[in-house]
Each structure stands twice: as C-alpha cells, then as structure tokens.
C-alpha cells in the first residue's frame, strides 16, 4: 500500500485490480457483525478495512483482525 498526500484524509493511492492503475481510493476502518445469528451477534464484531477505488466504484474489503 503506497502512502502520499492525498486530496482529503480519508484519500490514499492505491492500486487498483480494475483500472488496472494507481488511483485514489476512500479507505475507512468499519465495525462489521459476522454472525447472522442476534443472540451472538455482540460477540462476532470485527474490524474490517474499505477500500474504494474513486475512479470505478471498485470496493475491496479485507479483515484486520485474523486471530
């Protein structure tokens, strides 16, 4: 993951598969539920990194926490 200033802070050069390029991307931190079942759901909470190409719409997701 390249890193460089960016338009605003949320903005970062990344490589996108689609555009086959580096282009800027959104990137965000979100809390994600893992289980579809509501009785564990507080417990299956994880946080998952955003990415989304401001060029094609392409959004890639990937878990932060793999323990």
Same mark, same amino acid.
């Given at each position: 993951?390249?890193? #460089? ?10 490589? /996108?598969?689609? /555009?086959?390029? !580096?282009?800027?991307?959104?990137? #965000? &931190? !979100?809390?994600?539920? !893992?289980? *579809? ?8 909470? !994880?946080?998952?990194? &955003? *990415?989304? /190409?401001?060029? /094609?719409?392409?959004?890639? &997701? ?6």
């Amino acid at each position: 993951m390249a890193t #460089q200033p960016s338009s605003s802070p949320g903005d970062i050069r990344e490589r /996108c598969t689609s /555009c086959d390029a !580096e282009t800027l991307h959104e990137v #965000q &931190v !979100e809390i994600r539920t !893992e289980s *579809s079942k509501e009785e564990n759901a507080e417990f299956s909470r !994880e946080p998952y990194r &955003v *990415s989304t /190409c401001l060029s /094609c719409g392409r959004e890639s &997701v990937q878990r932060m926490n793999n323990a």
